[in-house]
């Protein structure tokens, strides 16, 4: 309100970082291009602000130099650092973020495959479908008198 009055100077914000802009166009690729929910956006930016500074200091001209290697020694290094959980969400943040990298054209090379993908098998012992013969077995076998 005070500003809108003039009785105090306009918001002046600081130049973004090459980091910082960095994060804002995946922030805008991850909203617009993939549809992801501003939570899970969110979920991503703690990986990848540590990943940067510890793979690629050099901000956004450095990141055609990522290689294959510096992918493969972060996760190794990093993958039991909390619970198991964790280290899948790393790896699906990471994913998700050399995947945009491919994408715009910032390196040249597909590291997103470098990097583990786990999958849930919570329910791996359900049987995903049944023959026609098993289902007529199964249904056969239910009263269908009774409800």
Request: hydrophobic share 35%; aromatic share 8%.
């Amino acid at each position: 309100m005070l500003r809108e009055e003039g009785a105090i100077a306009p918001l002046v914000l600081p130049p973004l970082t090459p980091n910082e802009r960095i994060f804002e166009e995946f922030d805008a690729y991850l909203r617009s291009e993939r549809g992801l929910a501003p939570r899970s956006i969110v979920r991503h930016l703690p990986v990848i602000r540590r990943f940067l500074h510890e793979v690629c200091s050099g901000g956004a001209g450095a990141l055609c130099k990522i290689s294959q290697e510096d992918v493969i020694r972060y996760v190794e290094r990093h993958s039991q650092d909390w619970s198991p959980g964790t280290g899948k969400a790393m790896c699906w943040s990471l994913r998700a973020f050399l995947r945009y990298l491919h994408h715009r054209g910032l390196n040249s090379r597909s590291l997103a495959d470098c990097v583990p993908s786990m999958r849930r098998w919570k329910l791996a012992t359900l049987p995903t479908y049944l023959p026609a013969a098993q289902v007529r077995k199964a249904l056969d076998g239910c009263d269908r008198e009774r409800r």
